[in-house]
C-alpha cells in the first residue's frame, strides 16, 4: 500500500495542471508504492479536440503522446529506488478510427506501455463527462426507435436514456473484447450527472452491464476503485455500490485509482474511498506488477494481491 493504477498530468493533458514529474514527486512524497501513469491516448479528427485543444493540430496529440512516453521511461528510472511506476494510457472510443489506431499504437510501442485504463468518455461521438450541457446534448442526439414517436415525454425521456446507457456499455464491451485492458476505468462513468440512477431500473443495460462484468473478469481484469467521482460530487467513489456488488458477485478483483489530473489530486479522497470500499465489503486488493509472460493482451503486467489488511496499513492514518 498504496497504489494508484490512473493519473493525469498538466504537461501532456490540457485539462489537467502540473508536470508529469511533479504529479510523480507527489505520489513519492505521501509514500505510494505503486503509481501508474496513464496520459491519454490521442484523439484522430479534429472534432474530437476539446475546446482547450483548439489551437493543437491533430499530428500534435500524437507527438505529445510519445513525449509522454519518453518522460515517463525517464521518471521510472529516476525514482526507481522510492517508487515503482508503472506507465499505461487511458483508451478512447469515438470513432471506429479509434480502434484502429489504437492498435497500430500498441503495436508501435509495443514494450514500453506496461498496461492499458480501458475506458469510454463518449457516447453517439459527443463527450458525456465534459460538463453537464454537453452530457444533455448527447442525451437529444440520440435517435428513439419509430414505435416510440407517439409515446409520452416521459417515456421517450427514459428510452432515450436506456437506449444511451446501451450504447456506453456496448463501447465498453468493443475496448475489453479488443484489447483486454488491465484496468476497466470508471466502470459506470455514464452515470456521472445521474449519481442515483439504478442500473437495474433498465434491463437491457443490466444485462449488457453483466456481460461486460463477467468478461472482464474471465480474462483477468481488475476493476478500478475510482475517487474522482468523490471530487465530482458523488457521495461514493467509481462504481457506485449497485455495480460494485456486482463486480464482486462475479468474483471480480479490485484496485485502487486516485484518476489524479495534477499533483493536488494524488490520494485525494483516499480515506473517504476507503470507507466506501470496506462499507460494501471489498476485503481484497490488487495492484499490477511487471511480469516475463505476456497477459491475455499480449502486454507484460500481471495482477497481484495486496498482502494483509489493506484498510489497516499505515497509510490511512493522518491522513
Not at 427514459?158 to 475496448?175: C, G, K, P
Request: aromatic share 10%; hydrophobic share 35%.
Amino acid at each position: 500500500m498504496p497504489y494508484s493504477h490512473h493519473s493525469h498530468s498538466g504537461q501532456f493533458c490540457r485539462h489537467a495542471v502540473g508536470s508529469l514529474e511533479d504529479v510523480v514527486k507527489e505520489a513519492s512524497r505521501q509514500g505510494f508504492e505503486v503509481y501508474g501513469l496513464t496520459e491519454h491516448v490521442p484523439r484522430y479528427r479534429s472534432k474530437d479536440l476539446y475546446p482547450e485543444e483548439d489551437s493543437t493540430p491533430i499530428e500534435g496529440l500524437m507527438i505529445q503522446f510519445e513525449n509522454f512516453l519518453d518522460e515517463a521511461h525517464r521518471l521510472c528510472g529516476i525514482y526507481a529506488s522510492s517508487l515503482k511506476i508503472l506507465v499505461g494510457l487511458e483508451t478512447e472510443n469515438i470513432s471506429a478510427l479509434d480502434i484502429d489506431h489504437l492498435s497500430s499504437l500498441l503495436n508501435t510501442h509495443k514494450g514500453r506501455i506496461d498496461y492499458i485504463v480501458g475506458s469510454v468518455h463518449h457516447v453517439n461521438e459527443i463527450p458525456i463527462d465534459f460538463d453537464l450541457d454537453t452530457y444533455r446534448r448527447c442525451l437529444e442526439s440520440i435517435p428513439l426507435p419509430v414505435h416510440m414517436t407517439d409515446s409520452s415525454k416521459v417515456d421517450q425521456e427514459h428510452e432515450r436514456l436506456a437506449i444511451f446507457l446501451d450504447m456506453y456499455l456496448d463501447a465498453q464491451f468493443e475496448l475489453l473484447s479488443n484489447f483486454h485492458p488491465e484496468v476497466v476505468g470508471h466502470l459506470d462513468l455514464c452515470r456521472l450527472y445521474t449519481p442515483d440512477l439504478p442500473l437495474r431500473d433498465f434491463p437491457r443495460t443490466w444485462i449488457k452491464l453483466e456481460r461486460n462484468v463477467k468478461f472482464a473478469v474471465g480474462y483477468g481484469a481488475l476493476f478500478e476503485a475510482n475517487a474522482a467521482a468523490l471530487r465530482k460530487g458523488w457521495h461514493v467513489a467509481y462504481p457506485g455500490d449497485d455495480v460494485a456488488k456486482l463486480i464482486i458477485l462475479y468474483g471480480g478483483r479490485f484496485a485502487l485509482s486516485d484518476d489524479s489530473h495534477g499533483p493536488r489530486a494524488v490520494g485525494l479522497n483516499y480515506n473517504r474511498m476507503r470507507d466506501y470500499l470496506l462499507h460494501i465489503g471489498v476485503r481484497e486488493l490488487w495492484t499490477l506488477e511487471r511480469t516475463t509472460t505476456p497477459n491475455a493482451g499480449g502486454r507484460f503486467t500481471v495482477p497481484v494481491r495486496v498482502e494483509g489488511d489493506w484498510w489497516d496499513h499505515s497509510f490511512w492514518y493522518g491522513r
